[in-house]
């Protein structure tokens, strides 16, 4: 399974940019499907996620600003992120939990980082 991400960019304090990740491969199904982001010396952190029946969860920095979606037929998850701040700074990576074959299990995934920088 590779996953492909959308290219991040550089975007003012109050913009907005929407990232993309496409999965493809040998996929029998995806149940979670996130973005992680690691600022400049910290730990990463879970952005939002959201499962294979559309309920989400949001970090509480971004609660209100970004949205997590995704299409099932596309195999690709969606996070839009509106009002930017500049401590939304960091590399995003998208990550996914998909197996091949209905008996078999799910794996984690992780997609190529993209950066975000936020100007002030």
């Known amino acids: 399974v590779q996953l492909q991400a959308s290219r991040g960019g550089l975007v003012q304090a109050g913009g907005s940019l929407r990232l993309s990740c496409a999965a493809s491969?040998?996929?029998?199904?995806?149940?979670?499907m996130g973005w992680y982001r690691q600022a400049p010396g910290k730990q990463r952190e879970l952005v939002a996620a959201?499962?294979?029946?559309?309920?989400?969860n949001y970090a509480d920095s971004v609660k209100g600003r970004f949205t997590i979606s995704r299409d099932n037929v596309k195999n690709t998850v969606y996070l839009q992120m509106d009002t930017l701040k500049p401590e939304d700074t960091a590399v995003y990576s998208c990550?996914?939990?998909?197996?091949?074959?209905?008996?078999?299990?799910?794996?984690?995934?992780w997609g190529q980082g993209t950066l975000v920088t936020v100007s002030s």
């Open positions: 990550n996914i939990y998909a197996k091949g074959t209905p008996h078999s299990t799910y794996v984690n995934y």
């Open positions: 491969g040998r996929i029998f199904s995806i149940n979670v």
């Open positions: 959201i499962t294979s029946g559309g309920s989400t």
